[in-house]
């Protein structure tokens, strides 16, 4: 797969990726059963969606419980692990980026603003949820638009706000990583305002390495979903690392969140399928 533009992360994963953790999906009529119940709990969830935009004293336990029930129903669980999640006013939230999936994995801990790509608001049933959570769009193919993506979320952070952004601008596997990209970075040095790393580890339940979340290659979003749904239970670790200050120096800042993310993994960048920045 070619990249025009070489500021743009390469994409370059296919199925074997997907096989190399997709884990077993047990007995056919257990896959038929857990795909029905799924399917049917998520479908009366969608309707619950223009909640999350009434502005509702504690409008933002009703977001972290709302994407909980969205990851249950998918068949996701989530645990929290780490320091305590900080009641601050304006805080940059950064991650790795495996799969769409990780929007209600981070809103289920530090609901906020994402930045994410611009085509993602026509897509059906998350579009809708994009622009209820007041999704910042970036259009990737545009690197002279991208100054006025990090100034729009430099001053939601000076006005308080949570924005949330994959500063790898890809998704990955879960099996390999892609650098973290500085430009995010720029915004809350230029806000003043701390980054929270957050370490995501899509895992099966004996531990290993699960890439049945990911949304990668050549993947639609349907096609996505479905595997979701089809699986055994799938375990989403959540690490809250240590809030980073901001600093003056945007790449030192993005080296050291990223070296937060990692934790003791090495970063791999090799494969990727574009969703947000």
Known sequence: MTNPNPWLPRASCGAECIRAGSGQAGRRAAVALRTTLRTIL??????????????????????????????????????????????????????????????FTVGAVMPGSFVAKAEMISWPALGVLARLMKVIPIERESLRRLPEVVDAVAARLRAGHTVVAFPEGTTWCGLGYGPFRPAMFQAAIDAGRPVQPLRLNYHHRDGSTSTVPAYIGDDTLFESIRRLIVARRTIVGVHVESLELPGTDRRALAARCEAAVRGAQVPQAVHGHALAA
């Open 42 to 103: 998520a479908l009366i969830l969608i309707p619950a969606l223009p909640l999350l935009a009434v502005p509702l004293p504690g409008r933002s336990h009703i977001q972290r419980g709302y994407c909980r029930l969205v990851l249950r129903c998918l068949g996701v669980r989530i645990t929290v692990s780490g320091g305590p999640i900080r009641n601050l006013r304006g805080v940059l939230v950064v991650s790795g980026h495996v799969s769409w999936v990780d929007i």
